[in-house]
């Protein structure tokens, strides 16, 4: 069974617009961490935002919040304000707990985010 | 500055060779990771270690070998054995992969391997 779940492969948004960016999870593991990454066409991951399983508010970082309903395990992105330097491809991560024997990073297939000028 | 490097950038292999591409990384970080991206898949873990001298497969680690001889350096090497190594690949360092939940990732800048 998948661990990350991202369902958009790609989205179009209009610039200056706002964009959330869907991610589910599985885990047993009380204690893990969500992770988004960007990823722009040279390569490179850009660490965006990190939501602890435990944190009681939803994690933000500028332009970037997390929407992190645990019930569901559903951890989105919202990206406000977009803009064209946006562009790129976003990856959902999560970690669990080393008690859990599996505290690597498991990665989503991601989704590609397009901004229209 | 502290960081990840890895090298080449790009790599051209020829059917059967064997190729190692490096890793390191100057920031004193415990655990290190090789990852595999493929269009459409995300990343995919190859082989990670979390200290000198120790490292463990991850999920797609046939036709692949590594080795952690000093805490700076984790190379990896594409072996014959590797039926499709066309791809991006890209290596990652943690501070502790063994205690604190929290702690991110910092990555190198990839190396895009082709078979030709």
């Known amino acids: 069974a998948q661990k990350i779940t991202q369902t958009q492969p790609g989205m179009f948004v209009q610039e200056k617009e706002a964009v959330t960016l869907d991610c589910t999870y599985d885990?047993?593991?009380?204690?893990?961490?969500l992770f988004w990454y960007k990823q722009p066409s040279s390569g490179e991951m850009i660490f965006l935002i990190y939501q602890g399983s435990y944190d009681q508010q939803n994690a933000t970082e500028g332009r970037y919040s997390l929407n992190f309903q645990k019930a569901r395990k559903s951890a989105n992105l919202v990206i406000s304000a977009s803009q064209l330097g946006d562009s790129a491809m976003y990856f959902c991560?999560?970690?669990?707990?080393?008690?859990?024997?599996?505290?690597?990073?498991?990665f989503g297939t991601g989704t590609r985010l397009t901004i229209i000028p | 500055d502290g960081g990840i490097t890895q090298s080449p950038k790009y790599l051209f292999r020829k059917e059967g060779q064997n190729v190692t591409l490096s890793c390191e990384q100057n920031?004193?970080?415990?655990?290190m990771y090789w990852y595999r991206q493929d269009p459409g898949q995300g990343l995919r873990l190859i082989y990670y270690s979390q200290i000198v001298n120790d490292f463990q497969k991850g999920d797609i680690a046939e036709g692949y070998s590594v080795s952690r001889e000093k805490k700076e350096s984790f190379p990896l090497t594409v072996t014959s054995a590797q039926k499709n190594p066309t791809a991006f690949y890209l290596c990652?360092?943690?501070?502790?992969?063994?205690?604190?939940?929290?702690?991110?990732?910092?990555f190198g800048s990839g190396t895009r391997l082709t078979v030709v």
């Open positions: 991560a999560m970690r669990e707990s080393p008690n859990f024997g599996n505290e690597k990073l498991t």
């Open positions: 990652a360092s943690s501070i502790d992969s063994g205690v604190v939940v929290s702690d991110g990732y910092t």
């Open positions: 885990t047993s593991d009380p204690s893990y961490g």
């Open positions: 920031l004193n970080h415990d655990a």
